[in-house]
């Protein structure tokens, strides 16, 4: 079911699909109907249309553990649209994860700025992000779950630097 646009006598409205809950807004108004939008949207989510239908992680120190790729992996098996949405500049250097893990190029993102990170995970309509930014799970709400690093990994690069 689609997001339906629409205006009654009362005035404009958006809303999800024939049944859903009208959002109104003041007609002309762009913010408001943005708004609404979300509303909408976020009905849609809440009665299950789009349960994990498009999951995102992000790259350094998430993507990059084993168990958030097993988590990834799971994802994909089901069938599930997966993303990568990073603050890199470059994706170059998060193919070789992403293209053993199967996720499609198109779908890999390095958007240069959290904020910029965080305007893709919501224009994407991501229902559920994996990130190690406290900042950025803040930022999106419900939608993000943190990843927390252990203690063998916050200090992997030392280990390993104090093997050599």
């Known amino acids: 079911m689609p997001l339906q646009v629409s205006k009654d006598e009362q005035s404009c409205y958006v809303r999800w699909g024939d049944q859903g809950h009208k959002y109104y807004y003041k007609c002309g108004n762009a913010l408001a109907r943005k708004n609404a939008k979300k509303k909408a949207m976020a009905q849609a989510v809440a009665i299950g249309e789009f349960v994990d239908d498009k999951v995102s992680f992000d790259f350094d120190d998430t993507l990059t553990k084993a168990s958030v790729r097993d988590t990834a992996k ?60 406290e900042d950025v799970i803040k930022k999106i709400g419900s939608t993000g779950e943190l990843v927390k690093l252990t203690i063998n990994e916050m200090f992997s690069d030392l280990i390993q630097f104090m093997k050599k």
């Open 74 to 133: 799971r994802y994909i098996n089901k069938g599930t649209n997966v993303y990568v949405i990073s603050a890199r500049n470059e994706a170059k250097g998060m193919y070789d994860i992403t293209d053993k893990l199967g996720i499609p190029r198109s779908r890999v993102f390095a958007t240069g700025s959290n904020q910029n990170k965080i305007d893709k995970i919501k224009s994407l309509g991501i229902t559920k992000h994996y990130d190690n930014n």
